[in-house]
T-cell receptor
Framework: EAGVAQSPRYKIIEKRQSVAFWCNPI?????LYWYQQILGQGPKLLIQ????????DSQLPKDRFSAERLKGVDSTLKIQPAKLEDSAVYLC???????????????FGSGTQLSVL | GDSVTQMEGPVTLSEEAFLTINCTYT??????LFWYVQYPGEGLQLLLK?????DKGSNKGFEATYRKETTSFHLEKGSVQVSDSAVYFC??????????FGQGTRLTINP
């Protein structure tokens, strides 16, 4: 079974530039998550989609971050403009969770490591 | 809100030592509890989970018991190996909701 695919693996940009990350979840997984993992900290949820609707984006800095999940499958996360403090690993995860589902585990991609200079 | 607190790291042990990584949680309901592991250069992987009080999750020699009375989910292994060196994350989750992670504990095992 293919896992969660993310690209690019690494990205280096200067502050105030824009950047986009892509995620392809496991086939059939209804729920997709984007997490931000700052060095030395646990991952923090940025946004959660169920199919193509947003379930939780309470911790997404909406003045600079945006995300979409087209047709309930792939997703992109964008930062515009980037700040130094956005340097982190951006993790995408997916799970089977759907209406009436039991508490499913999350499958994580390898992440995109972003460095903002 | 719900939260998870792990013991401070890093933790350094010798091979074959006994391991405990403490995890406590604060929750308004009855979430499932998880341990995820992140090996160097790899993504997060589920290590074990428990879905209700007194459940014991186990995998690869690791164990953790869901203790509602002490709101804890401590990770244990009787004899660690060099290959267990990684960062370990305790987390909680409700159905169809996000994983809430602790801050992670870096474990290094020396031969």
């Amino acid at each position: 079974e293919a896992g969660v695919a993310q690209s690019p693996r690494y990205k280096i940009i200067e502050k105030r530039q824009s950047v986009a990350f892509w995620c392809n979840p496991i086939s059939g997984h209804a729920t997709l998550y984007w997490y931000q993992q700052i060095l030395g900290q646990g991952p923090k949820l940025l946004i959660q989609f169920q199919n193509n609707g947003v379930v939780d984006d309470s911790q997404l800095p909406k003045d600079r971050f945006s995300a979409e999940r087209l047709k309930g499958v792939d997703s992109t996360l964008k930062i515009q403009p980037a700040k130094l403090e956005d340097s982190a690993v951006y993790l995408c995860a997916s799970s089977l969770d759907g209406e009436g589902a039991t508490n499913e585990k999350l499958f994580f991609g390898s992440g995109t490591q972003l460095s903002v200079l | 809100g719900d939260s998870v607190t792990q013991m401070e790291g890093p933790v350094t042990l010798s091979e074959e030592a006994f391991l405990t990584i403490n995890c406590t949680y604060t929750a308004t309901g009855y979430p499932s509890l998880f341990w995820y592991v992140q090996y160097p250069g790899e993504g997060l992987q589920l290590l074990l989970k428990a879905t209700k009080a007194d459940d014991k999750g186990s995998n690869k020699g690791f164990e953790a018991t869901y203790r509602k009375e002490t709101t804890s989910f401590h990770l244990e292994k009787g004899s660690v190996q060099v290959s267990d060196s990684a960062v370990y994350f305790c987390a909680l989750k409700y159905p169809a909701q996000k994983l809430v992670f602790g801050q992670g504990t870096r474990l290094t095992i020396n031969p």
